[in-house]
C-alpha cells in the first residue's frame, strides 16, 4: 500500500490536493493477490483524485478489526449525485464523459475495483454528496 501511497502523492501535489493518510502502527497481513488489490485501490484514489477539486484533500484509513481490514477512500470534490450514485458499480455507466482535466471516463474503474474486491471476499460501498465529496468504503476479510 506503501507504493501506491507515494505514487498518488507526486499526483496529488500536481493537483495541490493534500493527502492524509491513517493506518494502524501494526502490520497487517493479508492472503490476496497483491496486483489485484492494487489495481482496485488505483481506480478509486484515481477518481478521488481525478474528480477532487484544487487545495483539497484525500483522506485515505485502514482500520483492522477481528474478521476485517476496512480501507476508507474519502475525497472533497464534485460528488455523485443521488440519482447517479446507486448505478456507479455497472459496466460504461458515466457521470461525466471527461473529468475536468478532459480525460475520458469509459464507465470501467469502478467496476473492475468491484469485481476484484468481490473476488476477494470482500466488499466496496459509497457514500457521496453532490459538491462536497465522496466516501469508499473496501472491506476485505483479513483470515
Do not use: W
Request: negative net charge.
Amino acid at each position: 500500500m506503501n507504493c501506491l501511497i507515494n505514487d498518488f502523492s507526486a499526483k496529488a501535489s500536481e493537483k495541490n490536493i493534500g493527502l492524509e493518510v491513517n493506518f494502524p502502527s501494526n502490520d497487517i497481513f493479508l492472503t490476496l493477490d497483491k496486483d489485484e488489490i492494487t489495481q482496485a485501490l488505483s481506480a478509486v484514489l484515481n477518481n478521488a483524485l481525478r474528480y477532487s477539486n484544487e487545495n483539497s484533500t484525500v483522506n485515505i484509513s485502514v482500520e483492522e478489526t477481528k474478521n476485517y481490514v476496512e480501507t476508507t477512500i474519502t475525497d472533497q470534490g464534485i460528488g455523485i449525485s443521488d440519482t447517479d450514485l446507486p448505478h456507479i458499480f455497472e459496466e460504461f455507466y458515466v457521470v461525466n464523459t471527461y473529468s475536468d482535466d478532459k480525460q475520458k471516463c469509459i464507465g470501467l474503474g469502478m467496476v473492475i475495483a468491484k469485481k476484484i474486491i468481490e473476488k476477494h471476499k470482500g466488499k466496496i460501498t459509497a457514500n457521496s454528496i453532490l459538491e462536497k465529496g465522496s466516501s469508499f468504503k473496501i472491506t476485505l476479510p483479513n483470515s
